[in-house]
T-cell receptor, first 114, second 110 residues
């Protein structure tokens, strides 16, 4: 089976712009979660989607949003980018949910905000 | 929420040495995973181990859920083992928010 894929792998944006990141889960996996990794805060949970519905959300402002499509692919959007949004954004997929089993991570999208 | 602490934060070894990494968590968990993050940022699954012991080649892990800790053992370390090792826990009650430790940075010298 192909692993989790994320696009794009690298992105440079300007403060105030918005960005959309994409994640394709492992075939058959229905849960997709998103994480932000920064040197200062470490790995932090953003949100989880299952069957096109957001199930859980971490402690991030409303500028961070996401959605999931019927084929389980997911997108994450960050509006009004700030310098502090520069980070590695990781997507993970699970067969059922993060509560019930293993997560498998994609290679990440490295976002730089200038 | 649940607190996850990893130790040591940094570890430097010579090739061939053995090591033990520790993950303490503050609440009961029903999901615990160990990951290895390579220099390119990819998180690689090592173990899904909410309880018990598992082995995979030179690596093994043990979680003692009642005492709220997990251990990752690396034997006969190789330079390719270098990277950052994370544990991630999800509590069995309350919010379903996975929490990662800050990681153990491992450098293995040839």
């Amino acid at each position: 089976k192909a692993g989790v894929t994320q696009t794009p792998r690298y992105l440079i944006k300007t403060r105030g712009q918005q960005v959309t990141l994409s994640c394709s889960p492992i075939s058959g996996h229905r849960s997709v979660s998103w994480y932000q990794q920064t040197p200062g805060q470490g790995l932090q949970f953003l949100f989880e989607y299952f069957s096109e519905t957001q199930r859980n959300k971490g402690n991030f402002p409303g500028r961070f949003s996401g959605r999931q499509f019927s084929n389980s692919r997911s997108e994450m959007n960050v509006s009004t980018l700030e310098l502090g949004d520069s980070a590695l954004y990781l997507c993970a997929s699970s067969p059922i949910s993060i509560q019930g089993g293993e997560q498998y991570f994609g290679p990440g999208t490295r976002l730089t905000v200038t | 929420g649940i607190q996850v602490e990893q130790s040591p934060p940094d570890l430097i070894l010579q090739e061939g040495a053995n090591s033990t990494l520790r993950c303490n968590f503050s609440d009961s968990v029903n999901n615990l995973q160990w990951f290895h993050q390579n220099p390119w940022g990819q998180l690689i699954n090592l173990f899904y181990i909410p309880s018990g012991t598992k082995q995979n080649g030179r690596l093994s892990a043990t979680t003692v859920a009642t005492e709220r800790y997990s251990l990752l053992y690396i034997s006969s370390s190789q330079t390719t083992d270098s990277g950052v090792y994370f544990c991630a826990a999800l509590t069995s009650g309350g919010s379903y928010i996975p929490t990662f430790g800050r990681g153990t940075s491992l450098i293995v010298h040839p």
